[in-house]
């Protein structure tokens, strides 16, 4: 098995991997008890990982420098020891890649995706690392791997990862992650998204938690909130696969209603939706996670886009990003 991470002539190797942040459009925690979802990838919002091999006496374990955005968007800079989900990563690609240690290396993750806020960016941290390690390492990884690689990650950051995040931080056409399997879903008409940060983080960990209390205390609950978020993920399916998006715009709008009703949306992405919508978007709900975080709007077109993106900006103050998602066949696998 390749020893490359380790070896003199690889000493001076820098290798680069990325992923960009995403957005998911129906189907968040239900997906983490097997239900559908379906999730956007956001290519503006770029992840950036650079590895550097450290070699020689002293040079201990690996080490981590990390540009993301702070509070307002800044980007802010942190340097310190992995943290532990990105060790256990670094230990699950040294046993795939037969190395008898991990690498000690120095790892630069340069992000532009706000921290806690939906938008993937645990993930997408861990599939820049992965991909830059397969770089690094010549380990000619399958996505399978990077992906189960991305889950050893994001299963230590927030306990029960569904692998929409993953999956979607690393595609780049929509993914329906359904019946444990991901699929590119069709899309008969092109669409833009708008989505908007309501400044104020939500932990994936706390919400996850949430709600598993709250469907421990009540399973009626949570077998009722299975069964309405696979209605709407399925409906939407089709919503889009047929062009429909009056008719998906709404049911991201009822989406977001049941998601408040569980509790998991706030003043402000609730203020973003009803913001969202009085300027012409076609829907609107709150994505990810959720108890702060982002929302994401629905628009037929860049203009339209753009419009929805200024009223919201102008009218809360929020930091916006859009994305395009054009007409397309689907197929499986992505
Ligand atoms: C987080 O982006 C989405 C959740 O459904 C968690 C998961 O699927 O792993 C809340």
Redesign the pocket.
């Known amino acids: 098995m390749s020893t490359h991470c380790t070896s003199t002539t690889e000493e001076q190797r820098i290798a680069t991997g990325e992923a960009h942040g995403k957005a ?1 459009l129906f189907g ?2 239900a ?2 008890y097997g239900a559908p979802a379906l999730a956007l990838p956001l290519p503006e919002l770029t992840c950036r990982a650079t590895v550097r091999p450290v070699t020689g006496p002293g040079s201990g374990g690996s080490r981590l420098r990390m540009v993301a955005p702070g509070a307002h968007g800044t980007p802010r800079e942190t340097a310190g020891d992995v943290p532990e989900e990105l060790a256990l990563l670094l230990l699950a690609f040294a046993e795939r890649a037969g190395l008898k240690t991990p690498p000690a290396l120095e790892i630069h993750l340069d992000s532009r995706i706000p921290p806690s806020r ?1 938008l ?1 960016s645990s993930a997408a941290n861990a599939r820049a690392l992965v991909r830059a390690l397969d770089a690094l390492c010549g380990t000619g990884l399958a996505e399978q791997e990077a992906f189960d690689l991305v889950q050893v990650a994001e299963r230590s950051a ?1 306990s ?3 692998g ?2 993953a999956l979607a931080t690393g595609s780049e056409r929509p993914v329906l992650l359904a019946d444990g399997r991901a699929r590119t879903p069709s899309v008969g008409a092109g669409f833009h998204v708008v989505v908007a940060d309501s400044g104020s983080g939500g932990s ?1 960990r706390e ?2 938690g949430m709600l598993r209390d709250a469907f421990a205390r009540d399973p009626d609950l949570r077998t009722r909130f299975i069964h309405r978020s696979t209605g709407f993920a399925r409906a939407a399916l089709d919503d889009l696969a047929a062009g429909r998006l009056p008719s998906l715009g709404r049911r991201l709008t009822d989406c977001h209603r049941m998601l408040a009703g569980l509790g998991l949306t706030t003043d402000g992405t609730d203020a973003l939706a009803r913001t969202a919508l009085d300027a012409g978007a076609l829907g609107a709900k709150m994505s ?2 959720g108890l702060g975080g982002c929302v994401v709007a629905l628009a037929t077109s860049a203009a339209h886009a753009e419009s929805v993106s200024t009223a919201l900006a102008g009218r809360t103050g929020a930091r916006t990003w859009t994305a395009a998602v054009p007409e397309g066949a689907g197929h499986d696998g992505r």
């Open positions: 998911i968040e925690h997906v983490v939906g993937g927030h029960r990862a569904s929409i995040d994936t919400a996850v990810g996670g």
